[in-house]
């Protein structure tokens, strides 16, 4: 059974960085993982994806060039590391997962965590 777990939202100020780890249970390394966020008031989307080979097929326009996502397929976890954030960037996040190639489409994912979430203080 598969179980996905996420950890490090915090409350922040704007220009922190922040990493955002999911630990996986139950998935090989070539299932493809990703980070969606839902901000408050807003639909659900996708920020990044990573194939089980680790190649990054997918960033959100917004976080390109400062949100990086990566995998340790040996410690099972999936990272999201997070520079320059701001306001726009307040959501909870949560990991999914799926087998087969990496997708922005929600919809395509049968494995989510619960999210976790992140706050920039004013």
């Known amino acids: 059974q598969v179980q996905l777990i996420e950890s490090g939202g915090a409350l922040v100020q704007a220009g ?3 990493r955002l780890t999911c630990t996986a249970s139950g998935l090989t390394s070539k299932d493809a993982m ?11 989307e ?5 194939g089980g080979s680790s190649g990054t097929e997918y960033y959100l326009d917004s976080v390109r060039g400062r949100f990086t996502i ?8 999936l990272y999201l590391q997070m520079t ?39």
Request: charged share 25%; hydrophobic share 25%; with cysteine.
């Open 70 to 77: 990566s995998r340790d397929n040996g410690k099972n976890t």
């Open 84 to 122: 320059s954030i701001t306001a726009e960037d307040v959501a909870i996040y949560t990991c999914a997962a799926r087998r087969g190639y990496c997708t922005e489409y929600e919809t395509s994912y049968y494995h989510w965590g619960r999210g976790t979430q992140v706050t920039v203080s004013s």
């Open 46 to 50: 996708a920020i990044s994806c990573i």
């Open 16 to 18: 922190d960085s922040l």
């Open 34 to 44: 990703a980070w969606f966020r839902q901000a408050p008031g807003k639909e659900r």
